[in-house]
């Protein structure tokens, strides 16, 4: 893909992460979604990123996914937070990480890290259904001046997430896609 930061070749190839993911972070049973959407399977999210090879191989193959004239990685709180350091740290990208809302003490602010006004930023996330914090961050984040077009997550579920997100002017990108895995 041309426009976008390469990646070594020797990495664990997609489909061994998604079965890897698949093994260690797959739920079964009734789990109500950010969305409020019931959900009869649930991506345990903290439960790849806890791991740190798996972690370490999921970050790897996202560097493939920054556009190349991004300035700023943007981790969304809670879960972005790990992948976004790690991307950070393999890219060679200055971080912010993005609070869901501003804190009401010390700095009082919703973005922690490096300025975001004037720049070209990332969000990170981990996994994506709706895409509805993505937006509200993106809003937020855009009000401080920062530049947002697109988005990067581990998993999209292909639950309307992507055109939700181009309707706000955001193009998603994903490591893995909900068909990546068994049904």
């Known amino acids: 893909m041309e426009g976008f930061i390469k990646c070594s070749e020797t990495e664990i190839v997609k489909s061994e992460i998604a079965k890897q993911i698949y093994a260690v972070s797959h739920l079964v049973g009734s789990f109500q979604l950010r969305s409020g959407r019931i959900s009869n399977e649930y991506f345990d ?34 879960g972005g937070i790990s992948i976004v350091t790690l991307l950070s740290q393999y890219s060679g990208l200055p971080t912010a990480f993005v609070r869901k809302e501003a804190k009401k003490y010390g700095t009082s602010r ?66 893995l896609k909900r068909s990546d895995f068994p049904n």
Request: hydrophobic share 50%; net charge negative.
């Open 110 to 175: 919703l973005a922690e890290g490096v300025e975001i006004n004037h720049r070209k930023v990332l969000i990170v996330e981990d996994v994506v259904t709706s895409g509805g914090q993505i937006i509200i961050s993106a809003n937020q984040l855009r009000q401080l001046g920062a530049q947002i077009d697109y988005a990067i997550c581990v998993i999209d579920r292909e639950e309307s997430a992507v055109d939700k997100l181009l309707a706000e002017g955001i193009t998603l990108f994903s490591l």
């Open 45 to 78: 999210k903290y439960q790849f990123e806890a791991d740190p090879i798996l972690l370490n191989a999921v970050v790897r193959q996202m560097i493939t996914l920054i556009p190349s004239d991004i300035e700023v990685l943007a981790g969304l709180e809670l």
